[in-house]
């Protein structure tokens, strides 16, 4: 018995232990090491942040031998004498632009894929009682950091953010960040090796200081109960905690409530409130404060409801039809990866204009500002992380790095009521190993986020004359089947689709989340010669009509909004590395099939308002 009682003493004086240390001592960010896939993302909306942008001209060397490590590339040492030999020299080398891919800045990279080093200065002053981070929000597909010589970290993943925490190592007047960036395509990478989309490598989107108090606002997720009369959520501290309230506040709606921070910098909350819904017709965004510990952060967030409920998806408790597209990152207008407000403005408008309700953002996280625009014109997304067509199934590692990327897309918009899907993968070829790897996601997603519904792109098909038969195993562990099909393209002609018959296992919700039909603007033919504007709208017609008569349909995404680019297809003078499959194209022309969509979207009777 004595024993027993020493033990269970051990025990809690280990729990308190435990408690204190986590109490005192500020989390940090560590750099992972090679075959992790990188450091947690730790600062929470970082556009409501004090930051310093570090956008512009970098200085670069390209680096196709990988050669800029054994030559200590990130010192970026100076010759001090005559007889020093450095033989290399970030100063004099060409420059690139930041955010930007490498591959449209200069011809001669435009097929590159491996290293390049990336350079640039800034003066910056240290304040008291301020933790800084290097925040980067993304950049493809692995990075490692230095700051004046130091290694930060690294990380792995082309369209995630990372951020390092250097109040430590950042120099109080002038200082050089060297970022090495390789985008080689890898067998345990995700994605893998093959993918039909271009490859784009660099900094490609925005590099950031951000300061935040000693004990700051790390993360936190605000919602709307599935009650629908509840706001509850979550908030996390990073830091020596002080204090033990959080406050959170919506001014619009005279709601202020406090609740109390555990020991481990953590607190819940739920409390009954009003609120106006957020939905695709009326985009309702409250602003919401939280604060304590000596910070706040403010936030435009919407609030509403996402169920299933047998094979319909239900807004606010009410069906509705997902009209949506699938959209690449892609600029319009230019070459290379979208990144600025006019690149998102414009694609999601072209969207609106389509009379869609719904985006799919394929095949990869998109740039956190697409999301937050979505959120304010009332676009319903479908958020995908690139596990694509076949990868390393069995591959300890390749299914870490998916579940970070996982993890660090919903910890970036998990507070955007625009998110709909969480989608794990496109096209991947069934087997045990496969299933098993995605069930893992789809578990993992649901433990970070419950309030969402969560998909896939899936393809495998049963054929038996016209009757076609869905019944892929992993459509047990999703909550909504996503299903692309090419009929009249990759198999068949486009009046097989008058016959075919569809069934799906599972008694869900369906979403036809890609098909579609290559066509060059402005070449025109009758409907039968492939590639012509009148093939494609054709091809929708006939796809349209045999879509509606699909009982389980919820909604669909045709493939694509905008021509893209893709090193697989090579037919000069139509494809020249371009995917036509379009309804615009990249010089933003709109092809016959546009319209055809947007007839059928206008004439689409809702199943019901999603609003209040």
């Not at 509403?304 to 690449?328: A, D, S, W």
Request: proline share 5%; aromatic share 12%.
């Amino acid at each position: 018995m004595k024993r027993a009682m020493v033990g269970a003493l051990l025990v809690l004086i280990f729990l308190l232990i435990t408690s204190l240390l986590a109490v005192l001592s500020p989390c940090q960010t560590n750099a992972s090491s090679a075959s992790s896939p990188g450091p947690f993302p730790l600062i929470a909306n970082v556009n409501g942040r004090t930051a310093i942008s570090l956008d512009g001209t970098w200085n670069t060397i390209v680096d196709p031998y990988e050669t800029g490590m054994g030559s200590r590339f990130y010192e970026n040492a100076k010759a001090k004498t005559k007889s020093d030999l450095v033989e290399y020299d970030f100063d004099h080398s060409p420059k690139l632009r930041v955010p930007g891919d490498w591959n449209t800045q200069r011809d001669s990279l435009l097929f590159y894929e491996g290293v390049i080093w990336y350079q640039r200065y800034f003066s910056y002053q240290k304040r008291a009682h301020i933790r800084t981070f290097l925040y980067f929000g993304a950049a493809n597909y692995r990075a490692r950091v230095w700051l004046n010589g130091n290694k930060l970290g690294e990380h792995e993943g082309g369209f995630t953010p990372f951020d390092f925490e250097v109040t430590d190592k950042i120099a109080d007047g002038e200082n050089s960040i060297v970022v090495e960036v390789d985008n080689s395509r890898r067998a345990d990478g995700v994605p893998g090796l093959h993918t039909d989309w271009w490859n784009y490598g660099g900094l490609t989107r925005e590099v950031q200081l951000v300061e935040v108090p000693e004990t700051f606002i790390e993360s936190y997720a605000v919602h709307l109960a599935k009650n629908g009369i509840q706001i509850e959520g979550w908030v996390q501290f990073n830091g020596p905690r002080q204090k033990n309230e959080v406050t959170v506040e919506i001014p619009e709606i005279h709601l202020k409530r406090a609740t109390l921070v555990d020991p481990a910098g953590r607190a819940v909350f739920g409390f009954p409130a009003k609120v106006e819904l957020w939905s695709p017709e009326n985009p309702k965004l409250y602003r919401v404060i939280i604060s304590g510990q000596d910070d706040r952060v403010s936030e435009e967030i919407g609030f509403r409801t996402i169920e299933v409920r047998g094979t319909q998806i239900l807004v606010n408790g009410k069906p509705l039809f997902l009209r949506g597209i699938c959209m690449h990152e892609e600029a319009p207008f230019r070459s290379g990866r979208a990144f600025s407000a006019e690149d998102d403005g414009t694609l999601l408008n072209w969207a609106k204009e389509l009379d869609a309700n719904f985006v799919r953002l394929a095949h990869y996280p998109h740039n956190e500002e697409m999301i937050r625009l979505a959120d304010r014109m009332g676009l319903l997304v479908w958020e995908e992380v690139p596990v694509y067509w076949d990868i390393d199934w069995q591959n300890p590692a390749t299914i870490e790095n998916a579940k970070a990327q996982l993890r660090d897309v919903i910890a970036r918009d998990q507070n955007r009521a625009a998110v709909a899907l969480w989608s794990m993968s496109n096209e991947t070829p069934i087997s045990p190993e496969r299933t098993a790897f995605l069930k893992t996601l789809a578990d993992y997603a649901r433990q970070l986020d419950s309030t969402r519904l969560i998909t896939s792109a899936m393809n495998r098909v049963e054929h038996a004359g016209d009757v076609r038969t869905f019944d892929d195993p992993l459509g047990e562990s999703l909550d909504v089947l996503g299903l692309n099909e090419y009929i009249g393209w990759y198999e068949g002609r486009t009046e097989d689709a008058d016959r075919a018959q569809w069934k799906f296992a599972y008694g869900k919700p369906v979403i036809i989340s890609e098909f579609g039909a290559s066509a060059q603007y402005g070449l025109h033919a009758d409907s039968a010669t492939r590639f012509s504007e009148e093939y494609q709208a054709n091809l929708f017609q006939h796809q349209l009509a045999m879509l509606q008569r699909i009982p389980e349909l919820a909604g669909m995404s045709p493939w694509v909004l905008m021509d893209f680019r893709s090193p697989r297809r090579f037919l000069p003078g139509i494809q020249d590395y371009f995917n036509r499959k379009g309804l615009i194209s990249d010089r933003g022309q709109h092809k016959q099939a546009f319209y055809v969509l947007r007839k059928f979207y206008q004439e689409k009777q809702p199943l019901g308002a999603a609003g209040q």
